[in-house]
């Protein structure tokens, strides 16, 4: 039960029928709960009555105070008297969506009315960020913060708030007789909250401005620096302590910025050496900037929120963040979801993303795995069972590269949030060698031929140059095609292409790491399906793979994250290496078939010898007419007649490799072993082209079929 339902339950609130209006019911006072900072302030009011015990009768809301001579309103204040005479705290509530300067902004202003109005204590909330202040008694009344408010009937203030095993918000709440302050009651302690996917990405985002400080730093730093307080964020929830026992994240009292910076560093150097390469450059941020985003996260719980609600959470941070600084396109979840949840990948699968951004393939693996993992073992009651059965998978099977080292980390980050599985992501070239990879990143498990899955979204559009990797010469797709029809290019010479594009060379490097009969998932554009100019890349991907299905994405797929390409996802299962030398084999005798049914060879030689011929009569012909012409001067005289003749030529030429190229692909269907294709289109994924959902999503219709698809070939070849 949530803080509104007992406040609704208790008879402190109620609303109209449609929710629009509150009505705090000891004062009588109705409200727009349309309001954003309205909600901040019922809950809490409804905080201070129900976790904090204070009794409704010493509360009041929406206070007149003298200013000078202007008069302005504090949204509460807490009496130490039931005579409500003698201001014990004062409360400011602001909405949630605030940023760190406009919250500073209602400290200072919360501060004043508290000095005017005598209060000994100061509460500044969003909700998604806390602040309290003791006043002193004596001038001049300098801002003493503290961890938090005292709770009724409390004198003297723990020096922390957060600790191991302390009484639920929530839970620790009952219905008390008022009485008057014990000296002897001493404050409670709390245990960190789990918090809904909306307000963690509240507190992303928030936390990462206060950093950014509108352009006082590189949005890219403060990305960075705000990755390595989360981690210790992280780090310190999973330190082992005993019930009772504070945490050190968070803000202590009578301490000074640079003793909590002092703290964080040393959570952060236990992470250097536990994951070094996760934790690579120290912390750079002052105390202050420490201090400041301390107060964003040290109430909340991490490690226990609902891994779908902080993936989500930190993805919409990631996607806002990133297609700004970085212009990456984060593969949408609803995509993500149906390409992995169609495979047939268990936690004895080796796993990779060549091309993995932020991490989400790798994250919806393991979440698949983790679900599995409820299959077999019971969470609570087999929860080692459980736990080693898909940790070990995330561990030791789940692999990712990205080639830009900041997204790399942040992936490391994003599965460090979901529960681990960070140690297998390097940030390195996706186009290199495997020995390369290895010698580069130190990690020896990225060889070729070892991967069960590749699940990826390679990046669309750029092109690689010969002149800049070295590795080009590496990829058969970075050569030129042998045009089989071409006379002079029967020697097999090869020549490199200047450039290829990436999403190309992905489609090689990821047969090369595949197993033989290991399932590729890609994400492509159209182009490599129905571009003319691409027939050679559809040749290869038939001697390279098993196509197991083309499904056709809408055009407004990626619309919502920034890009506009008509794609396709591309199931592909890698053939054994004799299956492939006997494409190539079969491909390359009915070439030389057709070629010497139709005499080929001597049907070109015969038009090249009548255009020869016929061009020998125009020399002749302009010879006669000409006679004391020079050479020279003759060729000037049939230049346009011999571009005729030459054009002729190269129409039959042309119409001849017309005709055999139709019949090669008209017999090579013939040829080549049959087998089904899973063809769908999707119309609709669950999302419109501005990432509104509509409701409807095609996808899990189509996942359903294409699964059972998939278990029909695993089922035949066994």
Not at 385 to 399: M, Q
Request: aromatic share 10%; hydrophobic share 35%; with cysteine.
């Amino acid at each position: 039960m949530n803080l509104i339902e007992m406040g609704l339950e208790k008879g402190l609130i109620k609303f109209d029928a449609d929710k629009n209006f509150i009505t705090y019911i000891h004062q009588n006072k109705k409200r727009n709960y349309n309001n954003p900072e309205e909600k901040v302030q019922a809950e809490t009011f409804l905080t201070l009555v129900l976790i904090y015990g204070y009794p409704d009768y010493r509360i009041k809301q929406f206070v007149p105070v003298q200013m000078g001579a202007n008069k302005t309103e504090a949204d509460i204040i807490v009496y130490a008297d039931d005579a409500c005479e003698e201001t014990h705290i004062l409360v400011e509530c602001k909405k949630e969506d605030l940023t760190d300067q406009e919250f500073n902004t209602a400290v200072d202003q919360a501060y004043s009315y508290a000095v005017a109005e005598g209060a000994k204590y100061v509460w500044t909330t969003s909700r998604i960020k806390n602040q309290y202040y003791e006043v002193p008694d004596k001038k001049p009344k300098s801002r003493i913060e503290i961890p938090d408010i005292p709770q009724f009937g409390v004198k003297k203030l723990a020096p922390y708030k957060y600790v191991k095993g302390g009484i639920s918000q929530i839970e620790s709440s009952d219905s008390k007789s008022v009485s008057e302050p014990d000296p002897n009651v001493k404050q409670k302690f709390f245990e960190l909250q789990v918090v809904s996917e909306s307000e963690l990405t509240k507190i992303f985002i928030q936390s990462h401005q206060a950093l950014w400080g509108g352009g006082q730093r590189n949005p890219s730093v403060a990305f960075d620096e705000l990755d390595k307080l989360i981690f210790c964020k992280i780090w310190d929830e999973k330190h082992p302590r005993k019930t009772g026992e504070p945490y050190d994240f968070q803000i202590f009292r009578d301490e000074e910025p640079e003793d909590l910076l002092k703290r964080i560093k040393k959570i952060y150097a236990i992470g250097e050496k536990e994951a070094p390469e996760v934790f690579k450059d120290g912390i750079s941020l002052s105390a202050q900037e420490t201090l400041t985003i301390v107060k964003y996260f040290q109430r909340i719980n991490l490690n226990k929120t609902d891994l779908d609600s902080k993936g989500k959470a930190f993805e919409t941070f990631m996607g806002s963040y990133f297609r700004g600084d970085f212009g990456q396109f984060f593969t949408p979840r609803t995509i993500v979801k149906f390409i992995v949840e169609t495979l047939p990948i268990t936690h004895k699968s080796r796993v990779l993303d060549t091309s993995c951004g932020s991490g989400g393939f790798l994250l919806y693996a393991l979440d698949k795995v983790r679900e599995q993992a409820s299959e077999f073992y019971d969470p609570i009651k087999e929860e080692k069972d459980h736990y080693k059965h898909w940790h070990d998978f995330a561990e030791k099977n789940l692999f990712g590269i990205e080639i830009n080292d900041q997204i790399a980390r942040t992936a490391k980050m994003n599965m460090i949030i979901h529960d681990d599985g960070h140690t297998n992501v390097i940030a390195v070239d996706g186009l290199l060698s495997d020995k390369e990879m290895q010698a580069k990143t130190g990690n020896k498990e990225f060889k070729y031929n070892s991967f069960d899955f590749i699940v990826t979204n390679p990046p669309f559009g750029s092109s690689i140059k010969q002149t800049e990797k070295a590795y080009m010469n590496q990829y058969n797709l970075a050569r030129k095609e042998l045009d089989w029809l071409n006379p002079k290019e029967t020697n097999g010479k090869i020549t490199l292409r200047e450039s290829q594009s990436t999403e190309v060379l992905f489609l090689e490097q990821c047969h090369k790491f595949l197993t033989e009969h290991g399932y590729l998932a890609i994400v492509i554009p159209d182009g490599i399906l129905t571009n003319s100019s691409m027939q050679y890349v559809r040749d290869t991907i038939e001697e390279m793979y098993r196509i197991v299905a083309v499904v056709s994405m809408p055009q407004t797929a990626f619309t919502a994250t920034g890009a506009g390409v008509k794609s396709s996802v591309l199931f592909l299962r890698k053939h054994k290496e004799k299956q492939t030398e006997k494409i190539n084999n079969q491909k390359t005798k009915l070439k030389e078939k057709l070629k010497t049914e139709n005499k080929y060879f001597a049907t070109i030689e015969k038009f090249e010898k009548e255009k020869n011929n016929a061009i020998k009569e125009l020399e002749k012909t302009a010879k006669d007419k000409n006679p004391n012409a020079s050479k020279k001067e003759i060729g000037e005289l049939i230049k346009d007649k011999k571009a005729e003749l030459q054009a002729v030529f190269t129409d039959k030429v042309n119409a001849l490799k017309e005709e055999l190229t139709e019949k090669y692909f008209a017999e090579k269907s013939n040829t080549l072993d049959d087998y089904p294709i899973f063809m769908a289109i999707a119309e609709d994924i669950g999302y419109d082209a501005t990432g509104r959902p509509t409701n409807n999503n095609e996808l899990i219709e189509i996942g359903n079929e294409l699964k059972k698809f998939i278990e029909q070939i695993e089922k035949t070849e066994k």
